[in-house]
């Protein structure tokens, strides 16, 4: 006998799913309904749940349609008796009370109905089963009423006892702590919700910190506002590029194979072409990279490119583009556990008079290796992190950890491959949305 639960938003999609992969011939053993929790007591669905068995041995003696027959009457019984049952109970009592004054009202009636009297009132009468009795018509009527009255009586009572169910679950649900309960003892939908984003326990000790007492004070259950809130206080971010007024500003992008640093440079520079009056030099220390990408860089008018092989090439290409605006630096990939690469890397930027340096990491990395990653490339001056495949990640806890493990500021994050977008200053703002959608998605699939 295999038993197994289904969930749907009503019973008759539960009773589908049931009938999709277990056949006609499942038993449905219990049913019952209930709202599942949303984020913060919102977003809350009804829900009906169902637990069907079935048995892989064929029936003997039965045809299909025999029992197809069976388990569909089965299923419509089962249903009524878990739903229906209580208020089918008090109908026949109150039915039966009405029957015995009706049946009382009548017999006292009867002896003095004349013969005359009914021929001259016959429309008031109407036969009931046994040929020597009848009951009015009125009867009839307020026996209806009376029925119709309990049935509607019964399901305001359920309404009621749901609204009030449900009432108290989104009451626990947004339950806050009071003042003497410290950040660390955070309701659980708070902690659950930022563990469906992909925090960390030490992220989500310190962003629940700082979320609580803003959820607090707010009080209407809004949660994204506090959040944007909570993360623009604890995320550092640079913002937009400006340029210096006294020198060229230089950018040198690192970070290991295949997380898309070319990708980056050639959006940024993109960016920065649009800007009225702004020129761009890029110097490729990677033997790949821009050079492979050459038609991309010919589509960026005003944009110079030149190939550096060492320090003394890189001082003086940088000394040569001196009167643009910005210089982007393309590096060869590196894994982090390649120290002599690594020490290879940071002597040529240490060529780059007042280089900033950011570190670029893939949002589809697991937190350990995120952490090992950052580790590995701690030797160079990294000044910023930028994010990319952010349009490819399930969450992006990932960019809060990394953030508040190493306390550097975020400074961009990439979507895409295109090089005319997909490219943006980070802000917390803009975490705090995404990571609501994430626990949102999660919740609806659980």
């Not at 749940?49 to 419509?76: F, I, K, M, S, W």
């Not at 506090?226 to 950018?251: F, W």
């Amino acid at each position: 006998m295999l038993v197994k639960t289904f969930q749907a938003r009503d019973m008759a999609a539960a009773l589908r799913m049931v009938k999709a992969e277990m056949g006609a011939d499942a038993l449905i053993l219990s049913s019952k309904a209930e709202r599942r929790k949303g984020i913060m007591g919102i977003l809350s669905k009804p829900m009906v749940e169902v637990t069907a068995a079935y048995d892989p041995r064929p029936a003997q003696g039965a045809t299909h349609r025999g029992r197809q027959e069976e388990v569909e009457l089965n299923t419509r019984q089962e249903f009524q008796n878990s739903m229906l049952a209580p208020i089918a109970r008090e109908l026949k009592e109150l039915r039966q009370k009405v029957d015995t004054l009706a049946k009382r009202d009548v017999e006292s009636l009867l002896p003095a109905a004349t013969p005359d009297y009914m021929a001259d009132h016959a429309v008031s009468y109407i036969p009931r089963v046994d040929p020597g009795k009848m009951i009015l018509e009125d009867d009839v009527t307020e026996f209806s009423r009376l029925l119709v009255d309990a049935i509607e009586a019964k399901q305001k009572e359920l309404a009621t006892s749901a609204a009030t169910s449900a009432a108290a679950q989104m009451a626990a649900a947004v339950e806050l702590p009071d003042a003497s309960t410290s950040a660390g003892q955070a309701p659980s939908v708070v902690t659950g919700m930022l563990r469906d984003a992909g925090l960390t326990a030490d992220s989500v000790e310190l962003v629940s910190g700082e979320l609580l007492p803003l959820l607090e004070a707010r009080g209407d259950g809004e949660v994204e506002a506090p959040l944007a809130e909570a993360l623009t206080r604890l995320v550092r971010c640079s913002g937009p590029l400006q340029p210096m007024k006294d020198r060229t500003r230089v950018l040198a992008f690192v970070g290991p194979s295949g997380v898309g640093k070319t990708t980056v440079l050639l959006k940024m520079a993109a960016a920065l072409a649009k800007r009225k009056g702004t020129s761009i030099a890029l110097l490729s220390a990677d033997r790949t990279g821009l050079m492979e990408r050459y038609p991309d860089v010919n589509s960026l008018q005003g944009v110079a490119l030149q190939k550096v092989t060492g320090p003394k090439e890189m001082q003086a290409a940088i000394a040569a583009h001196g009167d643009k605006g910005f210089i982007l630096v393309d590096t060869t990939g590196i894994c982090h556990r390649d120290v002599g690469k690594l020490k290879g890397l940071k002597s040529l930027l240490a060529s780059i008079p007042d280089a900033e340096v950011h570190l670029c990491l893939a949002a589809t990395t697991r937190d350990r290796e995120l952490g090992e990653t950052m580790a590995g490339f701690a030797m160079l001056p990294i000044k910023g992190l930028v994010f990319t495949r952010l349009d490819e990640c399930a969450t992006y806890g990932c960019v809060v950890n990394a953030h508040l493990s190493s306390g550097l500021p975020l400074t961009y994050f990439s979507r895409g491959d295109r090089i005319a977008d997909g490219l943006h200053p980070a802000k917390g703002g803009w975490l705090a949305a995404r990571m609501l959608e994430c626990s949102a998605a999660v919740g609806q699939n659980e």
